[in-house]
């Protein structure tokens, strides 16, 4: 129930290419879904945010997608750069409980030059 | 700095021993959480504390785990008899109350012999 499940584990984009990463939940209790960046050595960071009540976010390069129905959501990169190189992370909360993360289990982006 | 400082960067210690994990987080935020980040792993909740609530501690894995919060801001995450398990990267994050977005620090990187 409070599982979020991540896919890829890794993936390899060439530069301008479109990155996509897939999250499923289930526990419908869920009502914020953000997607999280990391670098090497540092903390994890916000990169975009979605709630159940929009199908679609878009800031800048980066897009989330979510399925209400499927209790899926996906992060899109488009015009994938070299600097994109991290891993990025799905993750759902239940804000009315305080917002207690539950995350995926993370997704190793590299993009070739 | 204004972001959430955790303390020490990084600690070897020999199995069997205590050790203390410190997360200063960001003024005026309410919320604290505790993660593990074992390598290659996403990340695993442990404990989060909200104002002056009674502390969500459902994520910690065994009772050789604690942590408090004084006062409502710095908290301590103490392991006891640690074993080579243990061995990860334990983040800490702060948060407003009812934003959701989860600022997290550095880590403190534990290695245990």
């Known amino acids: 129930q409070q599982q979020v499940k991540q896919s890829p584990q890794s993936l390899i984009v060439q530069k301008g290419g479109i990155s996509i990463i897939n999250c499923a939940y289930e526990?419908?209790?869920?009502?914020?879904f953000p997607w999280y960046q990391q670098f090497p050595g540092k903390g994890p960071a916000l990169l975009i945010a979605?709630?159940?009540?929009?199908s679609e976010k878009k800031e800048g390069r980066f897009t989330i997608s979510f399925n209400k129905s499927a209790k899926q959501f996906s992060l899109h990169i488009m015009d994938s750069q070299p600097g994109d190189s991290a891993t990025y992370f799905c993750?759902?909360?239940?804000?009315?409980?305080?917002?207690?993360?539950?995350f995926g289990q993370g997704t190793e982006l590299s993009v070739k030059p | 700095g204004a972001g959430v400082s955790q303390s020490p960067s990084n600690k070897v210690t020999e199995k069997g021993k205590d050790v203390e994990l410190r997360c200063d987080p960001i003024?005026?935020?309410?919320?604290l959480y505790w993660y593990r980040q074992s390598l290659g792993q996403g990340l695993e909740f442990l404990i989060y504390?909200?104002?002056?609530?009674?502390?969500?501690k459902s994520g910690l894995p065994s009772d050789r785990f604690s942590a408090e919060r004084t006062g409502g801001s710095v908290s301590t995450l103490t392991i006891q008899r640690t074993q080579q398990e243990d061995s990860a990267v334990y983040l800490c994050?702060?948060?407003?109350?009812?934003?959701?977005?989860?600022?997290f620090g550095e880590g403190s990187r534990l290695t245990v012999l």
């Open positions: 994050a702060s948060s407003e109350q009812t934003t959701g977005e989860l600022f």
């Open positions: 526990n419908t209790a869920f009502d914020y």
């Open positions: 979605i709630r159940p009540d929009v």
């Open positions: 993750a759902a909360s239940m804000l009315s409980q305080g917002g207690k993360l539950i």
């Open positions: 003024s005026g935020h309410t919320a």
């Open positions: 504390f909200q104002g002056n609530s009674a502390p969500d």
